[in-house]
């Protein structure tokens, strides 16, 4: 009898076996923790990734498959050949792919989430230009349309990408439902607009190249000509992280300009940073834009790019100033406004 229950059991796979760090493991997490709160007994998930530490329990199992992070090639296999043994191993009656494209070779009902916006935007990347924007842009983003067509649901975070989906692929819009990122967090302290904190900008990011750290090192460089110094700019970048990020840094450097690369700082120290300074958000690529609403939660003044993401989540927003993401000299002038008040 006990068995025969059991096999009532509703079972659902979630693949991520892509995150890592930064939004697509805040995504793994944020489903990861709804999956143990539900705690349904009727239900069973599985949740398919590659190295982050994700604890089991009676209704939440966790597979493994850290390998995957080896290589493009080996993350091909897992795709084509590991990943639909493992829905017919575990009888799966559900997928939740968070990992832009489904499983193949299945016909379990499938639910795509896809977060990844290289495919949707007007840029058009060189090989030459950044390799593996090219790679997103042309390779994976013709399995991520095909997906798109394929799956059952699809899950984006912003009107702007359920749009974009709707115009690129031609799909029904019922069939995609747009589910903004939770910010859990409890705020400690709201931004102060002192001197200091007027006159210290903060960009919390990863070394890509869209995330246009460029464009605030060239704005530094028109108010160095302009003589305005009384100013510091943090990035949480090491300056090592690819050929980009350490030709910034040092541009930076050589020019002697008020930016410091900090490095990798916890939530909280980001939290505490929206609060004594202005967040500057150049990003000319993103699904949600998340240091956007944070900064916005603790009434922080926000510098942003002119872009549908941005004004999805500060549009209303009194605090907020939007500039070209082209435009160094605009920025500086922002910028400017806020040092000398």
């Given at each position: 009898?006990?068995?025969?229950?059991?096999?009532?059991?509703?079972?659902?796979?979630?693949?991520?076996?892509?995150?890592?760090?930064?939004?697509?493991?805040?995504?793994?997490?944020?489903?990861?923790?709804?999956?143990?709160?539900?705690?349904?007994?009727?239900?069973?998930?599985?949740?398919v990734?590659?190295?982050?530490?994700?604890?089991?329990?009676?209704?939440?199992?966790?597979?493994?498959?850290?390998?995957?992070?080896?290589?493009?090639?080996?993350?091909?296999?897992?795709?084509?050949?590991?990943?639909?043994?493992?829905?017919?191993?575990?009888?799966?009656?559900e997928?939740?792919?968070?990992?832009?494209?489904?499983?193949?070779?299945?016909?379990?009902?499938?639910?795509?989430?896809?977060?990844?916006?290289?495919?949707?935007?007007?840029?058009?990347?060189?090989?030459?230009?950044?390799?593996?924007?090219?790679?997103?842009?042309?390779?994976?983003?013709?399995?991520?349309?095909?997906?798109?067509?394929?799956?059952?649901?699809?899950?984006?975070?912003?009107?702007?990408?359920?749009?974009?989906?709707?115009?690129?692929?031609?799909?029904?819009?019922?069939?995609?439902?747009?589910?903004?990122?939770?910010?859990?967090?409890?705020?400690?302290?709201?931004?102060?607009?002192?001197?200091?904190?007027?006159?210290?900008?903060?960009?919390?990011?990863?070394?890509?190249?869209?995330?246009?750290?460029?464009?605030?090192?060239?704005?530094a460089?028109?108010?160095?000509?302009?003589?305005?110094?009384d100013?510091?700019?943090?990035?949480?970048?090491?300056?090592?992280?690819?050929?980009?990020?350490?030709?910034?840094?040092?541009?930076?450097?050589?020019?002697?300009?008020?930016?410091?690369?900090?490095?990798?700082?916890?939530?909280?120290?980001?939290?505490?940073?929206?609060?004594?300074?202005?967040?500057?958000?150049?990003?000319?690529?993103?699904?949600?834009?998340?240091?956007?609403?944070?900064?916005?939660?603790?009434?922080?003044?926000?510098?942003?790019?002119?872009?549908?993401?941005?004004?999805?989540?500060?549009?209303?927003?009194?605090?907020?100033?939007?500039?070209?993401p082209?435009?160094?000299?605009?920025?500086?002038?922002m910028?400017?406004?806020?040092i000398?008040?």
């Amino acid at each position: 009898m006990a068995e025969g229950l059991k096999l009532l059991k509703r079972t659902i796979m979630v693949f991520d076996v892509p995150a890592e760090s930064g939004g697509a493991l805040t995504i793994l997490n944020e489903y990861y923790k709804e999956a143990v709160r539900g705690n349904d007994q009727n239900e069973i998930w599985y949740f398919v990734i590659s190295t982050p530490n994700l604890t089991e329990t009676e209704t939440v199992k966790v597979l493994r498959f850290p390998w995957v992070k080896k290589s493009w090639f080996h993350r091909l296999y897992f795709d084509i050949f590991v990943a639909p043994r493992l829905v017919k191993k575990y009888n799966v009656d559900e997928i939740l792919s968070l990992q832009n494209v489904i499983i193949p070779k299945i016909k379990v009902p499938q639910t795509l989430y896809v977060h990844q916006t290289l495919p949707f935007i007007d840029k058009k990347f060189k090989v030459t230009e950044n390799l593996k924007c090219w790679v997103y842009q042309n390779i994976i983003g013709r399995m991520i349309f095909k997906s798109l067509r394929k799956a059952n649901k699809v899950i984006v975070q912003t009107n702007w990408m359920k749009n974009a989906c709707i115009e690129k692929v031609d799909i029904k819009p019922e069939k995609i439902t747009v589910v903004a990122p939770k910010i859990d967090i409890g705020i400690k302290k709201y931004f102060e607009p002192t001197e200091e904190n007027k006159r210290t900008f903060f960009y919390p990011a990863s070394g890509l190249i869209y995330k246009n750290h460029k464009l605030i090192v060239d704005a530094a460089l028109v108010l160095k000509e302009r003589g305005v110094s009384d100013y510091k700019v943090i990035f949480t970048l090491r300056g090592n992280e690819n050929k980009h990020v350490e030709k910034l840094y040092n541009q930076v450097k050589e020019a002697n300009l008020p930016i410091k690369f900090i490095g990798t700082v916890t939530r909280e120290q980001v939290f505490n940073y929206y609060s004594r300074s202005v967040l500057i958000f150049p990003s000319y690529i993103e699904t949600f834009g998340l240091p956007m609403l944070e900064a916005k939660l603790h009434h922080a003044p926000v510098l942003a790019s002119d872009m549908s993401f941005s004004h999805e989540i500060l549009d209303g927003y009194e605090n907020v100033q939007y500039f070209s993401p082209e435009d160094a000299e605009g920025l500086a002038e922002m910028m400017e406004h806020n040092i000398v008040g």
